[in-house]
Each structure stands twice: as structure tokens, then as C-alpha cells.
Antibody, heavy 121, light 109 residues
Framework: EVQLVESGGDLVKPGGSLRLSCAASGFTFSNAWMSWVRQAPGKGLEWIGRIMTKTEHGTTHYAAPVKGRFTISRDDSKNTVYLQMNSLKTEDTAMYYC????????????WGQGSLVTVSA | QAVVTQEPSLTVSPGGTVTLTCGSSTGAVTSGHYPYWFQQKPGQAPTTLIYDTTNKHSWTPARFSGSLLGGKAALTLSGAQPEDEAEYYCLLSYRDGRVFGGGTELTVL
């Protein structure tokens, strides 16, 4: 069974930094594209970015609002994907979800339960 | 960045059929956009109903189906149940990333 567990959410001041983690199990992590999606309170889903497999050079893509501030990385030895968030703004306040797409089976996306990030002075 | 459009809200009668659509500002939606459909109920994480236009997960009720219709991706619900009342989001892939639609609030009434 695919499981994704996000952690690291917290209250942080504007301009601050935070790193979220997403621990995966139930599938071959190294063969999965891992993405981050967020949802501001009362709003819709927003795709943040994705990291592809090491075979694909760990290529990353980011949405415009976070490009240059957020970085996605992965540690296949720990079955974990990270979202490093810098220069945080109040509008980054949201529930952050990680999702997985399993390349070998071409099946996705599987979702975690989310981690809440609040950016406030 | 592309804009993905969905109907803001739709209503369906119990047992009825409804089609939600997903359009792209860049032109016709094709299988090359790998359309996804997600369901989200209040207070819960989203779940994937449909991936790559038409494919279902093991947990996807048979009454849901995905297709391409008139240049858009479509999610059809046939035989609506009260538990299908939820927000539905589509997601399209582009060369430089993916974009969600704004969501459709589906009421079963």
C-alpha cells in the first residue's frame, strides 16, 4: 500500500525558511516522480513543483509563484522527498501535500495527508 | 503559464448523470496533457479518481469515467450518489509543469 507522510509544517515569520519532508513507503521510491501541491485556506489546489527520478537526472520543475524560492530534492536512500521553502510570504500559508507518480506502472497520483504551513508575523 | 478552466459549480439529481469539463487556455486538451481528475471532500486530502485521461484506480467507483470531449477533458458521473457531493479538480501537464483547474463544486440534490 502506498503511503506518504508529510512533516515539518509550522508557524514561521515572513521572510523565514522552512523545510518539509515527505516519507514514502509501499512502492519503489527511486522510480517515482514526486510532487508538491498546496492549498491555501478555502482555496483550490495549486501545483508547486516536481522532481523526476535520478535516471532522469532528478530534473525539477516549479510553478512561477515559487520558482527561485522553493527547492525540491530527494534522498532515495531514505525514501524521502523534501521541499525547502525560503523567503516565505504570507500568501504561502497553506496545507502542503506531497504526491507520487510511479513511473514503472504509469500510475498516479498518490497523496499524503498534508502538512500545514502558516506564515504570519 | 497556462490557465485551466472548470465549471465553478454544478448540480445533479441523485441517480442522474453529469459531466464536468476541463479546458486549457493554450487550445484543445489532448491525451498529451495527461488529464487527471481528483475528488476532495471537506477536511480531507484529495484522492485521484482518473489519471491519464481515462484510467481508474482500484478505489475509483465504476460510475466515474474520464474522456476527451469537444477539445476538453471530461469527467462523467453516471448514477450520482449523495456521497459524490464534493469538489472536483482537474490537472493538466504541460512542457514545463502541471496546472490545476479552479475546481468544480458538485452538489447532489
Amino acid at each position: 500500500e502506498v503511503q506518504l507522510v508529510e512533516s515539518g509544517g509550522d508557524l514561521v515569520k515572513p521572510g523565514g525558511s522552512l523545510r518539509l519532508s515527505c516519507a514514502a513507503s509501499g512502492f519503489t521510491f527511486s522510480n517515482a516522480w514526486m510532487s508538491w501541491v498546496r492549498q491555501a485556506p478555502g482555496k483550490g489546489l495549486e501545483w508547486i513543483g516536481r522532481i523526476m527520478t535520478k535516471t532522469e537526472h532528478g530534473t525539477t520543475h516549479y510553478a512561477a509563484p515559487v520558482k527561485g524560492r522553493f527547492t525540491i530534492s530527494r534522498d532515495d536512500s531514505k525514501n524521502t522527498v523534501y521541499l525547502q521553502m525560503n523567503s516565505l510570504k504570507t500568501e504561502d500559508t497553506a496545507m502542503y501535500y506531497c504526491t507520487s507518480y510511479i513511473v514503472a506502472t504509469k500510475r498516479g497520483d498518490y497523496w499524503g495527508q498534508g502538512s500545514l504551513v502558516t506564515v504570519s508575523a | 503559464q497556462a490557465v485551466v478552466t472548470q465549471e465553478p459549480s454544478l448540480t445533479v439529481s441523485p441517480g442522474g448523470t453529469v459531466t464536468l469539463t476541463c479546458g486549457s487556455s493554450t487550445g484543445a486538451v489532448t491525451s498529451g496533457h495527461y488529464p487527471y481528475w481528483f475528488q476532495q471532500k471537506p477536511g480531507q486530502a484529495p484522492t485521484t479518481l482518473i489519471y491519464d485521461t481515462t484510467n481508474k484506480h482500484s478505489w475509483t467507483p465504476a460510475r466515474f469515467s474520464g474522456s476527451l470531449l469537444g477539445g476538453k477533458a471530461a469527467l462523467t458521473l453516471s448514477g450520482a450518489q449523495p456521497e459524490d457531493e464534493a469538489e472536483y479538480y482537474c490537472l493538466l501537464s504541460y512542457r514545463d509543469g502541471r496546472v490545476f483547474g479552479g475546481g468544480t463544486e458538485l452538489t447532489v440534490l
